[in-house]
């Protein structure tokens, strides 16, 4: 039986529970409102980083060097 991420009770399966992962409807409503009261939030990378959180930078150009001018 899976736990209820709220509360950590068993949560009966979907078949038998309709409120599922969670226990009850009441867990379901405060799972809810912490997604609305912004205490959730997803991770969003912003463009510039790889999946390795570091900076991404073009080909052959170190980085830190960015916008500067080369000389030939």
Same mark, same amino acid.
């Given at each position: ?9 068993? %949560? %009966?399966? +979907?078949?038998?529970?309709? %409120?599922f992962p969670f226990c ?16 959730? +939030?997803? %991770? ?10 570091? +900076? ?9 060097? +960015? ?6």
């Amino acid at each position: 039986m899976a736990k209820c991420p709220v509360c950590g009770k068993p %949560a %009966a399966a +979907r078949a038998a529970n309709p %409120a599922f992962p969670f226990c009850s409807e009441r867990c379901k409503r405060v799972d809810l409102g912490k997604w609305l009261g912004e205490e959730y +939030r997803v %991770a969003v990378k912003s463009p510039e980083e790889d999946e390795d959180g570091g +900076r991404l930078v073009p080909d052959g150009e170190p980085d830190g060097e +960015r916008g500067g001018s080369h000389d030939a």
